[in-house]
């Protein structure tokens, strides 16, 4: 079974936000709540870069560890969704994320802030697919259309990659080649030797 990802390839990302504007439009996102986000890391300087930012469906997702409901969970295809009826708002999540991807719809106390949200890789939730319900309360569910998230389809250079993580590793490991890895990924030479091979 395929195991869903999102990458972004910092090399090709223009800060557009079209991403962004995409999942809102897309899900109806109320207002205060950015389930995507661009952020620019050494901004005006040299080695400037942009990333969008969202939920990364982590393998072993810390937020799903420390939900004390248990309304974390992860589907057959490795998207990591949440179940808004269970949901108690306590934050936890939103404080084990590295992401910042668990959002809330209100200011205030935890507990008072509302049912958190967060990015669905526009795989709906656990209402049936398709239903007003799920629409509501999650957004559309492209996946089970066959289609993938709104917002890497709307990435006009291409930058974020979104769908079987073995296809886009390919993807990636290909651009990568073409245009050496020092210059790939942001952070590439501190998290690596230079004796890493590409191929």
């Not at 439009?25 to 995507?36: D, F, L, T």
């Not at 808004?84 to 205030?108: N, S």
């Not at 239903?131 to 492209?142: F, L, P, T």
Request: glycine share 10%; aromatic share 8%.
């Amino acid at each position: 079974m395929a195991r869903m990802k999102f990458l972004c390839d910092a090399e090709r990302c223009i800060e557009c936000n079209a991403c962004v504007t995409a999942c809102k439009n897309e899900h109806e996102v109320p207002w205060g709540i950015n389930r995507r986000r661009v952020v620019t890391i050494n901004d005006g300087l040299p080695g400037e870069r942009s990333v969008t930012m969202a939920c990364m469906h982590c393998t072993d997702a810390p937020c799903m560890a420390v939900c004390p409901v248990n309304c974390i969970y992860t589907t057959d295809d490795g998207v990591v969704l949440h179940n808004k009826d269970q949901c108690i708002g306590c934050g936890y999540c939103f404080y084990a994320c590295p992401f910042g991807a668990p959002q809330y719809p209100r200011l205030g106390n935890f507990g008072s802030r509302g049912k958190m949200d967060k990015c669905t890789f526009c795989a709906g939730g656990p209402e049936p697919t398709g239903s007003k319900e799920e629409y509501e309360k999650y957004g559309a569910n492209r996946l089970a259309e066959g289609k993938l998230p709104l917002c890497a389809e709307m990435c006009a250079t291409k930058s974020l990659l979104a769908g079987d993580s073995e296809i886009i590793e390919q993807i990636f490991r290909d651009r990568v080649k073409q245009r050496g890895y020092s210059s790939g990924a942001w952070g590439w030479k501190t998290a690596y030797d230079e004796e890493v091979s590409t191929s």
